[in-house]
C-alpha cells in the first residue's frame, strides 16, 4: 500500500499544498514549527480517518477558516484508491473514489498506519487507559469486528451506568438485560485482546533483546476483573451479579473490560513503575516494531510508518537498530527530522523541505 499524493486545502498550516510521495522513504525536514508534523498528522487522518490524537475539527482546520480538505491518491494490490475528506465545524464528510461513505467504522482498518511519536513511551510508563486503547487500537486494524464491538459495549456499559445513576431501590432482575449483553460482548473483547497478547508476546521479546542488546525476560500480563475461565461470558455475567450491590453504591459498572489491566514486565517487574528510561524506550521501540510484524504476518500488507522526530529521543545503538529495521522494513516510511545528520538510511529518498510554509522538493541519494 503506498499514498502516492496527498492535496492538503486549510488543514493546519498548510493553505494549499499538493505531495507526490515516493514509494519507499520520505524525508520531512525543516526547522521547529514550520509544519512537519502537521503534514504526518494529515497523513493519518486520511488513512485512519482521525488525527493522532483527539483533536477537535476547528482544531485542524486552518485558523481563520470554515472548512478543509484533504484528498489523497493510494495504490494498493486491489488497484487504486481516490480518499476525499471534507470537514468543516459540523460535519466530516468521507468520500471513497467518488462514493460517500455513511459509516467511518466500515471502512476504518483499510488503510494501515503505525506511527511512532516521541509519547510512545507514556505506552510503557503512563496510564493503564492509555494501553488498553493502543492494544484495542491495533486490534481493530486487524480485525474490524472489535471496533463495533467496543462501541456496542460503551453504549451497554453507559445505559447500565444511567440506570445506576437514575434508579434508586434497583433491583438485579431490573438491570439483567444489559448484564447479559456486556457479558456477551465484553468477553468477545476480552478474548480477542488476550488471543492477541499471546501472539505478539514472543514477538516483543525477541525484538526487545534486539533494542537493547539485554537478555532481559519480557512479560505482558492481561489482569482482569472477570475470572479468566473455559466459560468467559458466564463467569462474566456471575461477576456483575456478585458485584451489583457495590456497583449500585457507586453508581458506576465496576467490572469489564473498561477496568482490565495490561501491563509489561521485565525481569519480573512492572516496567509502569520500576523500568528506567532507556528500558522504557526500549520497550517501546520493540512494541512499535512488534506492531508492524504482526500486522505484515497477519494481513499479509505492509503498513504506512510515520515516524514524528523519533531520532531525536534515540540514543545511537536504538537509532541505528531503527534504520537496520527501516532499511529492511519494504513498505513506505515517512519520517520528520529537524536535521538530516540524524537520518541513517541509505537508499534513494525524497525530501520535503519546510520553511515559511513553503515547501521545496528534491530527490536524494544518501
Ligand atoms: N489550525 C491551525 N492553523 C494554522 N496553523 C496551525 C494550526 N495548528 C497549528 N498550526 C501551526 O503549525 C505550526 C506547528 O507545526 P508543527 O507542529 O507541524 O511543527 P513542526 O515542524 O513539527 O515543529 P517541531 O520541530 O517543533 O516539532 C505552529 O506554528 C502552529 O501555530
Ligand atoms: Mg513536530
Not at 1 to 11: G, V
Not at 81 to 106: A, F, M
Not at 332 to 347: D, P, W
Request: glycine share 4%; net charge positive; aromatic share 8%.
Amino acid at each position: 500500500m503506498i499514498l502516492k499524493s496527498l492535496t492538503l486545502k486549510n488543514f493546519k498550516s498548510y493553505s494549499a499544498e499538493t505531495f507526490s510521495f515516493h514509494d519507499r522513504f520520505n524525508l520531512i525536514i525543516g526547522e521547529n514549527a514550520q509544519g512537519k508534523t502537521n503534514l504526518l498528522e494529515a497523513i493519518h487522518f486520511l488513512l485512519a480517518f482521525k488525527p493522532f490524537k483527539q483533536l477537535r475539527s476547528e482544531e485542524v482546520m486552518s485558523f481563520g477558516s470554515s472548512e478543509c480538505r484533504l484528498k489523497g491518491e493510494i495504490q494498493s494490490q486491489a488497484g487504486f484508491d481516490e480518499i476525499n475528506i471534507l470537514l468543516d465545524k459540523n460535519h466530516k464528510t468521507l468520500k471513497l473514489n467518488g462514493k460517500v461513505v455513511y459509516r467511518t467504522s466500515n471502512v476504518s482498518g483499510k488503510y494501515n498506519v503505525v506511527t511512532f511519536l516521541p509519547t510512545d513511551i507514556d505506552l510503557v510508563k503512563g496510564s493503564p487507559q492509555g494501553r488498553r486503547r493502543y492494544l484495542d487500537s491495533i486490534i481493530c486494524s486487524l480485525e474490524p469486528t472489535h471496533l463495533r464491538d467496543l462501541k456496542l459495549y460503551q453504549r451497554a456499559l453507559s445505559q447500565r451506568n444511567a440506570i445506576l445513576v437514575k434508579t434508586s431501590s434497583l433491583t438485579l432482575d431490573k438491570i439483567e438485560v444489559w448484564d447479559e449483553q456486556l457479558a456477551e460482548i465484553g468477553s468477545q473483547v476480552i478474548s480477542r485482546r488476550i488471543e492477541f497478547i499471546n501472539k505478539i508476546k514472543p514477538l516483543l521479546s525477541r525484538m526487545y533483546k534486539q533494542t537493547s542488546g539485554l537478555d532481559q525476560d519480557i512479560e505482558i500480563h492481561y489482569k482482569s476483573s472477570i475470572e479468566l475461565n473455559d466459560d468467559l461470558e458466564q463467569s462474566y455475567k456471575h461477576k456483575l451479579s456478585l458485584e451489583f450491590e457495590q456497583d449500585k453504591k457507586r453508581f458506576h459498572t465496576t467490572v469489564g473490560p473498561h477496568r482490565d489491566q495490561i501491563s509489561f514486565f521485565i525481569d519480573g517487574k512492572d516496567a509502569s513503575i520500576y523500568a528506567s528510561q532507556g528500558e522504557a524506550k526500549n520497550l517501546a521501540l520493540a512494541l512499535k516494531v512488534s506492531e508492524i510484524e504482526m500486522i505484515s504476518q497477519i494481513l499479509g500488507r505492509t503498513p504506512i510508518l510515520l515516524l514524528d522526530d523519533i531520532t531525536s529521543e534515540l540514543d545511537s545503538n536504538r537509532k541505528k537498530f531503527l534504520f537496520r529495521f527501516l532499511q529492511d522494513f519494504t513498505g513506505q516510511i515517512f519520517i520528520t527530522t529537524t536535521s538530516i545528520k540524524e537520518i541513517l538510511y541509505k537508499g534513494h529518498i525524497r525530501g520535503f523541505h519546510i520553511k515559511d510554509r513553503i515547501v521545496r522538493q528534491k530527490d536524494i541519494q544518501t
